[in-house]
């Protein structure tokens, strides 16, 4: 398969552009890191999978927009990860508008050219995987902006699975809990069931196989913040208020 993975030179973006190498998958690889892509593009060359690595901004729409078209020349792309992103940390100005810009935007300049690539060969296999997460099940205080994000990859993806159903497009979105990332990494907060970004990878693909719509894992995670988003909205706030800081000393303190 050929497949399209953005936010591949760390985190889920990595384990999951090595989990397709194995099975031997043409891959294109970006990242914004070019030490950290090339590493990643090496080793998957080492296992023997066609790897091509460009440095993209996903922000930037056009350089995204020429990446997919560059890549989809060399080989029909049929698989398209749309996984970059980031944390927040302190809600400043300029953090919460970096994590909508790089999560939501960033989402928008991979999967709409994808889109239209798709539609344009009009059969043959043809997939978009989201990764949203399960921070995106409702409105979190520990992580505002990121969990609004998240939210919103969700429920778009998960509208499109349904709206391009009678094109044959397949649209998968992702929902993980703590997996290792250079998200984790800055966090203060408990993570439970935490999971090692390999294994996050293999249930993904494994799942995405199959055409999963909502690959939301690990199960306790999924039915804990499943349980606080259907609470009603004055339950669902007085429990956001025991949560504890992702971050800590994320938030200002009110003088």
Do not use: H
């Amino acid at each position: 398969m050929n497949t399209l993975i953005t936010g591949a030179s760390s985190g889920i973006g990595e384990a999951l552009a090595l989990e397709c190498a194995r099975r031997g998958d043409t891959l294109f690889l970006c990242g914004r890191d070019e030490a950290r892509l090339e590493s990643t593009v090496k080793r998957c060359r080492a296992l023997g999978a066609p790897t091509y690595g460009t440095v993209v901004d996903v922000t930037d729409r056009d350089a995204v927009r020429a990446w997919i078209q560059a890549s989809n020349a060399i080989a029909p792309v049929e698989r398209v990860f749309s996984n970059a992103g980031v944390g927040t940390g302190v809600e400043s100005d300029e953090n919460v508008r970096r994590t909508f810009d790089i999560n939501v935007g960033g989402c928008l300049n991979t999967v709409l050219p994808a889109l239209e690539l798709f539609r344009s060969r009009g059969c043959g296999n043809r997939q978009i995987v989201m990764t949203a997460s399960i921070a995106g099940y409702g409105p979190l205080k520990s992580c505002p902006s990121y969990s609004a994000t998240k939210s919103c990859v969700k429920t778009w993806g998960l509208a499109l699975r349904g709206a391009l159903r009678p094109e044959g497009i397949k649209v998968s979105v992702v929902c993980p809990g703590f997996v290792r990332s250079r998200i984790t990494e800055k966090n203060t907060c408990p993570m439970p069931f935490f999971m090692e970004a390999d294994r996050a990878a293999r249930v993904i693909l494994r799942r995405a196989d199959r055409d999963v719509g909502l690959i939301a894992f690990p199960w306790p995670m999924r039915l804990a913040t499943w349980g606080l988003s259907v609470l009603p909205f004055r339950i669902n706030e007085f429990v956001n208020r025991f949560l504890p800081e992702k971050v800590s000393a994320g938030r200002p303190k009110v003088l």
